[in-house]
T-cell receptor
């Protein structure tokens, strides 16, 4: 299986809501990533998990909370988001030894 | 500040011609180099990885790496309208850094 899956595909939430984005891979990768991408911009790294431990947090606001329950799953918990957080949220995975990352299809998030 | 530079385009190329996309990077310690293709509204798709100096070919795609010049390029032969997309150059040392992407438009 060479696929990274993400759910949901689209999410609309209010600023007081709590929601979660989910990512799953079955490629045996032990590094997983969350990115945020705005229109016409490159992906912006948010978090990196290596062997299920958080290894990089790119100074992301605490309203974004990542979780890696096991080597195949990655969650991003969202709370009290702002309209400027509306973006495409991408999950990726790779071997730890290299950075050859494979992306999921993304979740299109709209914060009202 | 580690940087990856790409011409934003758009780069317009006639169908059937060779498209040449270029990228320069600032971190001399970079070890891994990638090209991603991203269609509008979709996620990036890895199309080429290159780790050592020289050329690497995969079908219509050739990646070229010159570490001395800190330069990596992607050639697309026999360009097709379906190649129209944004191409992201990515460079990795301890973590991956993306360029801003080059928009490629293949003219039918």
């Amino acid at each position: 299986d060479t696929e990274v899956t993400q759910t949901p595909k689209h999410l609309v939430m209010g600023m007081t809501n709590k929601k979660s984005l989910k990512c799953e891979q079955h490629m045996g990768h032990r590094a997983m990533y969350w990115y945020k991408q705005k229109a016409k911009k490159p992906p912006e790294l948010m978090f990196v998990y290596s062997y299920e431990k958080l290894s990089i947090n790119e100074s992301v606001p605490s309203r974004f909370s990542p979780e890696c329950p096991n080597s195949s799953l990655l969650n991003l918990h969202l709370h009290a988001l702002q309209p400027e957080d509306s973006a495409l949220y991408l999950c990726a995975s790779s071997q730890v030894a290299n950075n050859e990352q494979f992306f999921g299809p993304g979740t299109r998030l709209t914060v009202l | 500040q580690k940087e990856v530079e790409q011409n934003s385009g758009p780069l317009s190329v006639p169908e059937g011609a060779i498209a040449s996309l270029n990228c320069t990077y600032s971190d001399r310690g970079s070890q891994s180099f990638f090209w991603y293709r991203q269609y509008s509204g979709k996620s990036p798709e890895l199309i080429m990885s290159i780790y050592s100096n020289g050329d690497k070919e995969d079908g219509r795609f050739t990646a070229q790496l010159n570490k001395a010049s800190q330069y990596v390029s992607l050639l697309i032969r026999d360009s097709q309208p379906s190649d129209s997309a944004t191409y992201l150059c990515a460079v990795s040392h301890d973590k991956i850094i993306f360029g801003k992407g080059t928009r490629l438009h293949i003219l039918p």
